[in-house]
């Protein structure tokens, strides 16, 4: 056993004790040794988020936090510049102690390990960072890199697509695509090659069309007949290849723009039938299903609205409405309960499980994601606003107005839309608990900005003439 296991084992023994600081020493200790362990630095970030949140804190780090690296952070920008990697490695998890599951540190450290040669643990890191910031187009475009340079053309596809599922118009991940669909099929012909001795390339390409398909899959969707176009292209490949699940993946998130939900089911299923792990597969087909309820609402409301238009009898098709949104509303909670026990750093879903919670009445179960979330400064505000209105629900209007005020805090802009909505959330708690003057506080402070914002005009004038709540 070399001295590196020898740590990493004795941080896993203490890491089962939940002596989480030691375990990450250890670890440290470990990766100094041996750098380009991708699983014992993964372990590393996940003691130290242990630690953090045993201690009450947000692993992502504040603005206390960001004081407080900043000395180290100039240090790391000298040695990157002077090419000292591994001292600039050392450095990126001296500020990762302080926040684990701060994106941007976090994708220093995978520019860092990709520069000492780590390039596998450079990829784990990476998708630490889309773990927390899924939205985070440099990292996509670096894990694609990564993953071509490895001569693995297929993952390296996933995740050029990935980004231009956010950056649809982004040139650089279009080309990536076109030519690595073009160097999956090299590899692909050069494995027959080897299986069959045959040494034409030609035979595997067969004619200048198929080139051009090549070129014509590289191109952006951007119409319904791009899309009837590209899934042509996709049931051709997947005749040479029926087990490739990005291929049925793709090919459902078309049937999925076309609104032909069966067939967009049948292909995501199809996709986690060749490939039970394709994680991407499980996630799109819940949006999938949560996107057709959408459209099946909309039809019912659609519905009801022309009945009532025609003088016809509603009753029927109001009950049908009533029906399908109980129905999505039972769904979104079972969809956003997996998808959070599959995430669970992901604060954004956190928020949407909760908001799908009240939505069925599960008010202290909906409290518990708020809580949660709002360890993530993107998603404060809005978290102990919704804490309050729960809170509001269960006629608690003391705890009610409390987060409110927590709420209040966080917005920079007490005049925005935001800082108006809570106020406004605050002034209706105040007149709930018969406290006439608070509330007479919070919507002229609204009135004196926007007078229009929603009934606060009317709620003064009956205020300041006696009425009540």
């Known amino acids: 056993m070399s001295a590196a296991d020898e740590y990493f084992k004795k941080a896993e023994q203490a890491a089962k004790k939940q002596n989480w600081d030691y375990a990450t020493e250890l670890t440290l200790q470990g990766l100094v040794i041996a750098p380009k362990n991708a699983e014992q630095r993964r372990k590393l970030h996940q003691y130290e988020t242990l630690a953090i949140q045993e201690k009450g804190g947000n692993p992502q780090g504040g603005m206390g936090v960001r004081l407080k690296v900043m000395p180290v952070q100039a240090n790391i920008k000298k040695l990157s510049m002077q090419k000292k990697w591994d001292e600039a490695v050392l450095e990126i998890e001296r500020c990762l102690r302080l926040q684990p599951q701060n994106a941007p540190t976090l994708f220093q450290l995978a520019v860092g390990l990709e520069n000492i040669g780590a390039v596998d643990a450079a990829i784990s890191t990476l998708e630490e960072v889309i773990g927390y910031d899924k939205t985070n187009v440099e990292a996509y475009r670096k894990l694609g890199s990564l993953w071509a340079g490895k001569d693995e053309p297929e993952k390296a596809i996933q995740y050029w697509e990935k980004l231009r599922q956010y950056k649809p118009d982004d040139k650089e991940a279009a080309k990536a695509v076109r030519d690595l669909s073009a160097a999956s099929m090299v590899k692909k012909a050069e494995d027959k090659k080897k299986l069959t001795g045959d040494e034409s390339f030609k035979a595997m ?224 708690v105040c007149e709930k608990k018969g406290n006439r003057e608070g509330a007479l506080n919070w919507y002229q402070q609204i009135m004196a900005v926007d007078i229009g914002f929603r009934d606060v005009s009317s709620r003064v004038s009956r205020l300041m003439n006696g009425g009540g709540a």
């Open 205 to 428: 390409l067969k004619s200048e069309e198929e080139a051009s398909d090549l070129e014509k899959r590289g191109k952006v969707v951007r119409t319904d007949e791009d899309r009837v176009e590209k899934i042509r292209l996709l049931q051709g490949e997947l005749k040479k290849d029926l087990t490739n699940s990005r291929l049925w993946r793709e090919m459902a998130g078309l049937y999925q723009d076309l609104k032909k939900w069966d067939h967009a089911l049948a292909a995501f299923k199809k996709a986690l039938e060749v490939n039970p792990h394709d994680l991407f597969a499980t996630e799109k087909m819940g949006a999938l299903r949560e996107a057709k309820y959408e459209e099946e609402l909309k039809t019912a409301e659609a519905k009801v609205e022309a009945a009532r238009l025609n003088g016809a009898d509603v009753a029927a098709l109001e009950e049908e409405l009533k029906t399908k949104r109980e129905q999505f509303k039972r769904f979104r909670v079972e969809e956003y309960d997996r998808r959070t026990k599959a995430h669970p750093t992901d604060y954004e879903l956190k928020v949407a499980y909760g908001k799908a919670l009240m939505d069925v009445g599960q008010i202290d179960d909906a409290i518990r994601q708020f809580q949660q979330a709002v360890k993530d400064p993107k998603y404060k505000t809005a978290s102990y606003d919704l804490i309050g209105t729960c809170f509001k629900e269960k006629g608690m209007y003391d705890l009610a107005e409390t987060q409110y005020q927590e709420a209040l805090k966080s917005v920079a802009d007490k005049d925005s839309e935001t800082g108006k909505g809570v106020k406004y959330n605050l002034g209706v």
